[in-house]
């Protein structure tokens, strides 16, 4: 469905925003929210791309592996997909999981360096949160994907109006829902940036992609040996 004329994002006016002061080192939580909107936007009608630098780089890349995974979830709930196409998929939803996981430690990783080089220690009752930066970030990026493609069904000339009230509804709650989202991750930066709080980077160590730890992959290759 054409969803009409695009708002292209320029990518110069989207710029990190990284306050280098003592004692601070903060990322622009809606920097990162503009990336999110326009290449969703952008990516419907062109390839997939990241002209960004830096921070908004990693940033990036962790968002085009959701937005890779929301299409292939698609094409595996389609009731005309073969065995063989939801085998393929399944696999390539797994790669790109991974990959997903990987990038979001990379952002918690790029803002414990930048929290390092500013000089910033957490207080002696600095606690830690429940979750880490990338991780709600990875959460933003997943919201950014599902209020475009509720606006598409809110604007479906295709169904009838129950339906588009509906998805009106839902598409209300979602932005409520971005908007608290964002609000907390600012308020995350900021604390870590003060000291309040102490980022920790805790690696995931997914087991199902590695073939020494997934007992369904080391046991067949034993059976074949």
Not at 33 to 48: A, K, S
Not at 147 to 163: F, V
């Amino acid at each position: 469905m054409d969803r009409g004329p695009r708002r292209q994002g320029d990518v110069r006016t989207v710029r990190m925003v990284v306050r280098r002061q003592k004692g601070e080192s903060m990322i622009d939580v809606r920097v990162v929210v503009q990336l999110h909107r326009t290449t969703v936007e952008r990516w419907h009608h062109q390839p997939l791309d990241n002209p960004y630098d830096d921070f908004l780089h990693v940033v990036c890349e962790e968002h085009q592996r959701n937005y890779l995974l929301w299409h292939q979830e698609d094409l595996a709930r389609s009731p005309d997909a073969s065995d063989a196409t939801i085998a393929q998929v399944k696999r390539t939803i797994d790669r790109l999981n991974q990959q997903r996981n990987d990038w979001i430690e990379r952002i918690d990783e790029y803002l414990l360096r930048q929290l390092e080089a500013s000089g910033v220690r957490p207080s002696a009752h600095a606690k830690l949160n429940t979750e880490t930066p990338g991780s709600a970030i990875d959460r933003l990026s997943i919201l950014a994907l599902r209020i475009y493609h509720m606006e598409e069904q809110a604007q479906r000339e295709d169904a009838d109006a129950a339906h588009r009230a509906r998805a009106a509804e839902r598409l209300a709650i979602l932005r409520e829902q971005h908007a608290d989202l964002s609000n907390s991750v600012a308020q995350l930066l900021a604390d870590l940036a003060a000291g309040h709080k102490r980022l920790k980077l805790y690696r995931q160590f997914k087991m199902y992609n590695d073939p020494t730890l997934n007992p369904a992959i080391y046991n067949a290759r034993k059976s074949a040996a």
